[in-house]
């Protein structure tokens, strides 16, 4: 006959009171960390906007030629977003920027409309000219790349095909026909020859639920200072000019 289990000791009972008491402290105490880390970094990016931290009026982007932003393809659909984020990062003095989502929303959205007006300016690109006050968005000239997943592992799959059938198209026949041997200056050759190459980003800003670049060209970040911004549908014009103060502080060694 099957019979109960036997009831718990009162020292079993104690321990697993303790356990689940500092389990709960320990849990409260994260929460309480990261809700006191969320306002402050909010009332950081408030200040920031307002013009109250006077080390952030001024920005020194003489080392940010080239900027890329990945967003994640489900809120790469909000193009007021993006386009706002365009507005204020011209404003803010950026140049050229790479747009990129693995799904080429952005593609869609944005490249007609830079490839028909590369010559005008960042708020007659996106049609933002009656919103220029509420965006505080200045006419500077920006030039604007879009990238997608194609850009990516398909871009080495057709750089390595080029390369093979010029190798296999040489001069060399039969035996005399030594190995192919690529070098990473060939590599990139092939890149830019199928359309796949392009500057390496000095800074890259992520958008998005994951922490990660979303299949963004990783022969293009060899020396990128990435910097992961949060959700685009909470982003805060304060955080953007904090991430470029930041990285203009930053110094980088790139060996010899």
Same mark, same amino acid.
């Given at each position: 006959?099957?019979?109960?289990?036997?009831?718990?000791?009162?020292?079993?009972?104690?321990?697993?009171?303790?356990?689940?008491?500092?389990?709960?402290?320990?849990?409260?105490?994260?929460?309480?960390?990261?809700?006191?880390?969320?306002?402050?970094?909010? %009332?950081?990016?408030?200040?920031?906007?307002?013009? @109250?931290?006077? #080390? =952030?009026?001024?920005?020194? @982007?003489?080392?940010?030629?080239?900027?890329?932003?990945?967003?994640?393809? #489900?809120?790469? #659909?909000?193009?007021?977003?993006?386009?706002?984020?365009?507005?204020?990062?011209?404003?803010?003095?950026?140049? !050229?920027?790479?747009?990129?989502?693995?799904?080429?929303?952005?593609?869609?959205?944005?490249?007609? &409309?830079?490839?028909?007006?590369?010559?005008?300016? &960042?708020?007659?690109?996106?049609?933002?000219? &009656?919103?220029?006050?509420?965006?505080?968005?200045?006419?500077?000239?920006?030039?604007?790349?879009?990238?997608?997943?194609?850009?990516?592992?398909?871009?080495?799959?057709?750089?390595?095909?080029? %390369?093979?059938?010029?190798?296999?198209?040489?001069?060399?026949?039969?035996?005399?026909?030594? #190995?192919? &041997?690529?070098?990473?200056?060939?590599?990139?050759?092939? %890149?830019?020859?199928?359309?796949?190459?392009?500057?390496?980003?000095?800074?890259?800003?992520?958008?998005?639920?994951?922490?990660?670049?979303?299949?963004?060209?990783?022969?293009?970040?060899?020396?990128?200072?990435?910097? =992961?911004?949060?959700? %685009?549908?909470?982003?805060?014009?304060?955080?953007?000019?904090?991430?470029? !103060?930041?990285?203009?502080?930053?110094?980088?060694? !790139?060996?010899?």
């Amino acid at each position: 006959m099957n019979q109960p289990p036997p009831h718990m000791s009162r020292p079993t009972i104690i321990i697993k009171l303790i356990l689940w008491l500092l389990w709960t402290i320990t849990h409260l105490a994260i929460s309480i960390l990261n809700l006191w880390s969320h306002l402050i970094y909010s %009332l950081d990016c408030y200040l920031i906007s307002s013009g @109250l931290l006077r #080390k =952030y009026q001024n920005l020194h @982007l003489g080392r940010l030629k080239y900027l890329a932003i990945v967003v994640d393809s #489900k809120e790469a #659909k909000s193009t007021v977003k993006v386009k706002r984020l365009l507005c204020w990062l011209s404003s803010m003095g950026v140049k !050229y920027v790479c747009l990129y989502d693995i799904e080429g929303v952005l593609k869609k959205s944005f490249e007609p &409309a830079v490839n028909v007006s590369r010559d005008r300016t &960042a708020g007659e690109h996106f049609g933002i000219g &009656a919103n220029i006050k509420d965006l505080h968005c200045s006419q500077r000239e920006m030039m604007i790349d879009c990238l997608s997943g194609s850009d990516g592992k398909e871009g080495i799959a057709k750089a390595a095909s080029l %390369l093979c059938s010029t190798y296999l198209n040489g001069d060399t026949h039969g035996d005399d026909k030594r #190995k192919p &041997a690529f070098t990473e200056a060939d590599m990139a050759g092939a %890149l830019k020859a199928v359309g796949c190459g392009g500057p390496e980003p000095d800074l890259l800003l992520m958008y998005g639920p994951a922490r990660c670049h979303l299949g963004f060209p990783t022969w293009r970040l060899r020396y990128t200072e990435i910097m =992961y911004m949060g959700p %685009l549908k909470s982003m805060k014009y304060g955080a953007i000019v904090k991430a470029l !103060y930041n990285f203009s502080k930053k110094h980088q060694n !790139y060996g010899k």
